[in-house]
């Protein structure tokens, strides 16, 4: 008896320290979340306060100007972030959902070339955006002769999300029950319909998620666009994909470049704009995973 007593009396005591414990990580967890919220709110709060003077109609209907600060604007950057981010959900989202089908519902997870491909997509997601840079500008620039172009920057860009559009859409894929699979199949269903019907519905948040995370990377990157031999000032929008073209992210760098103080303030006043497109997105992709969560 009194061997069967002391795992009881230890369960007891470990279930009366527990709630303290519990309670203290809560909120240290808290805390944390409530610093990184402030931070984040008071960078906001100082680059809205900064920008205001210059969030008019000028700024986005004005091109950028290296002389006249007062009415120089950033409707070029605009336009070919546009470009670049609406190329990059083209190219980048539909074949890494492709791919993360396969690999999760066709391969062969014994063979070891899906071994590699996994392997090499797991390491291609840690690889800095710089060295996308240089591989646009050596292979896809130069030996494919695509020159300093929308569509060099689009490709260089999608390259960069594509592995993280992968893992997240895999992830998403196998978090669906397996019992969905089982149902349709038992029902007669072929394991395509049963993809494109149950499994791809059900996935759609987790994708959403992924998405939101590989498209929020790509539209503040400036590296790459640095090795593209992107322009900080075009006077001029793109008219297609061959076009030269800028970003907001490198339009943002060369105005807090320039010695004047005013190029200060419209600097704030394209992050602002910056921000609002990157929201913008995420809401799309947010009330999109939403619908899809309240079906599902």
Same mark, same amino acid.
């Given at each position: ?5 002391? +795992?009881?009396?230890?369960?007891? $005591?470990?279930?009366?320290?527990? +709630? ?12 944390? #979340?409530? !610093?990184?919220?402030?931070? #984040?709110?008071? $960078?906001?709060?100082? /680059? ?18 290296? *002389? ?5 604007? @950033?409707?070029?950057?605009? $336009? ?16 890494? @959902? ?28 840690? /690889? ?8 646009? #500008? ?11 172009? !929308?569509?060099?920057? &689009?490709?260089?860009?999608? =390259? ?5 559009? @992968? ?29 494109? *019907? %149950? ?13 939101? #995370? ?15 031999g992107a322009a900080t000032f075009i006077r001029f929008n793109p008219e297609g994909v061959w076009s030269s073209f800028s970003v =907001? ?6 105005? @807090?470049? *320039?010695? %004047?103080?005013?190029?200060? /303030? ?5 992050? /602002?704009?910056? $921000? ?8 799309? &992709? ?6 899809? %969560?309240?079906?599902?």
């Amino acid at each position: 008896m009194a061997l069967l007593s002391t +795992p009881r009396s230890a369960v007891q $005591l470990a279930s009366k320290g527990r +709630p303290l414990k519990e309670h203290l990580f809560r909120v240290a967890l808290l805390s944390s #979340l409530a !610093i990184a919220l402030g931070f #984040l709110a008071a $960078l906001i709060f100082y /680059v809205v306060q900064e920008g205001w003077p210059r969030l008019d109609s000028m700024l986005w209907e004005n091109q950028p100007s290296i *002389r006249r600060p007062e009415t120089s604007g @950033i409707q070029s950057s605009i $336009l070919g972030t546009l470009w670049i981010i609406g190329l990059t959900i083209l190219m980048a989202l539909p074949t890494g @959902i492709l791919a993360a089908i396969y690999l999760e519902e066709y391969a062969d997870k014994t063979k070891w070339y899906n071994r590699l491909i996994d392997l090499n997509i797991s390491n291609l997601a840690a /690889v800095p955006s710089i060295v996308y840079g240089i591989l646009g #500008l050596g292979i896809i620039a130069r030996w494919m002769s695509f020159g300093f172009t !929308i569509m060099t920057g &689009a490709i260089t860009i999608s =390259l960069l999300v594509l592995p993280i559009v @992968i893992i997240s859409a895999r992830e998403a894929i196998k978090a669906v029950p397996p019992s969905i699979r089982e149902g349709s199949l038992a029902l007669g269903a072929t394991q395509w319909q049963t993809i494109w *019907r %149950q499994v791809l519905p059900a996935s759609v948040p987790g994708i959403a998620t992924g998405s939101i #995370l590989a498209l929020s990377r790509a539209i503040g990157e400036a590296a790459p666009f640095l090795m593209l031999g992107a322009a900080t000032f075009i006077r001029f929008n793109p008219e297609g994909v061959w076009s030269s073209f800028s970003v =907001l992210p490198l339009q943002i760098y060369g105005f @807090i470049t *320039r010695p %004047q103080a005013e190029y200060a /303030v419209l600097a704030a006043a394209a992050i /602002v704009i910056l $921000l609002g497109i990157l929201l913008l997105m995420n809401s799309v &992709a947010i009330w999109l995973r939403n619908r899809y %969560q309240k079906r599902w």
